[in-house]
């Protein structure tokens, strides 16, 4: 390839980025001009509403979860089985971060509010999403040094222009004052999505897909981490995370989500 070849592509490479981010920004400043003009909906049953995005009859809906819960994994369990005591899926497959704490349950309302926040453009609601998370995790956000939000690949990052768990991080610092390092872990190689991956395919698609760089090691460096994530699924992504941040020899790593699928453990 000759250098005026290269060249050419280059420029028409920085041409469609250029494009793509001014379309993203006339999309972003028409939905301020229609949140201006237009009532707040609920963002799960369209009805009016004052506040977070969520009306009365939503919020109802919405599954928090609340003790008894196993106390490494979060899962909240049927009756009170006693101090300390961890679900089966824990002893059978205990994780590489310490403790994972949710907000909610991933049903139908808190999949909309995830839905809302991550793809279209909702970032209002990240901070009622982030109020919850840090009621929820205060145990863990008591103890913590900083927050990691979980990274976007940087070609993720730039169509969506935003990190929903970033978003979220800056609401649960600035509710706790637990500094938050957007920088300090980073997605090195790009995953393919994980809905519709097996729990084994989801830990393969993720594994090494995350890094601390050398730079940014005395950001973790002796540090208890709270690893920030929207939503816990299999937790392979939250571990890999952990993983990584472990071998930059982080202190701890604890995990806070807002919402995580439940299977209920008696």
Known sequence: MDAETSSSRSITTHLRGAFRMAHGAWKHTA?????IALPTLCVACREPVDGDG???ACWAKLSFIAPPFCPRLGI???YDPGPDMLSMEAIANPPAYARARAAVRYDDVARTLVHALKYQDRTDLAPAMGRWMARAGRELLA???VLVPVPLHWKRGW???YNQSGALARVIERQTGVKMSSEALRRVRPTQQQIGLSRKERASNVQ????VAADRQDLIRGRRVVLIDDVLTSGATVDACARALLR???ASVDVLVFARVVDTYK
């Open 31 to 35: 939905r301020l001009a229609l949140d």
């Open 54 to 56: 969520v009306c009365a």
């Open 76 to 78: 909240p369990f049927v």
């Open 143 to 145: 103890e913590a040094d």
């Open 159 to 161: 169509s969506r222009r």
């Open 208 to 211: 090494g897909a995350f890094k």
């Open 248 to 250: 930059a020899k982080a």
